[in-house]
């Protein structure tokens, strides 16, 4: 995967080699979907939202989180959908920090997709 700030990640602009323990991986954008991996062992980012849906899953460590007025966790294996416009931050819910990879997808790809299912 390259190493850039992708659009997604606006404000969230640290590599591996720039802040040690902490870093973000990300490829280019194709097709109405961006991928990205990162590592975080405190605060990862401030609150934010995002114009597209966010479809993370939670690799290691605990992923904690505020999202729609409530505190939130994810385990490794868990899976979280995060709504276009849905303002969030997150953090490390333990010591031990966590990782992640997640994917960011234009509503028009879900719309596209949904009308699949349901032709």
Do not use: M
Request: overall charge neutral.
């Amino acid at each position: 995967a390259a190493r850039r700030n992708p659009s997604c990640a606006v404000g969230l602009e640290r590599s591996r080699e720039e802040h040690g323990a902490d870093w973000i991986d990300s490829a280019p954008p194709s097709g109405g979907v961006e991928l990205l991996r990162a590592w975080f062992a405190g605060r990862a980012y401030a609150r934010h939202r995002h114009d597209t849906y966010a479809i993370c899953v939670t690799d290691r460590g605990v992923q904690a989180f505020d999202y729609r007025g409530a505190s939130r966790v994810s385990a490794p294996g868990q899976v979280v959908v995060l709504h276009p416009d849905e303002a969030h931050d997150g953090r490390a819910g333990s010591d031990d920090g966590f990782g992640y990879r997640i994917a960011y997808v234009a509503p028009v790809k879900i719309a596209e997709a949904a009308r699949a299912l349901c032709d």
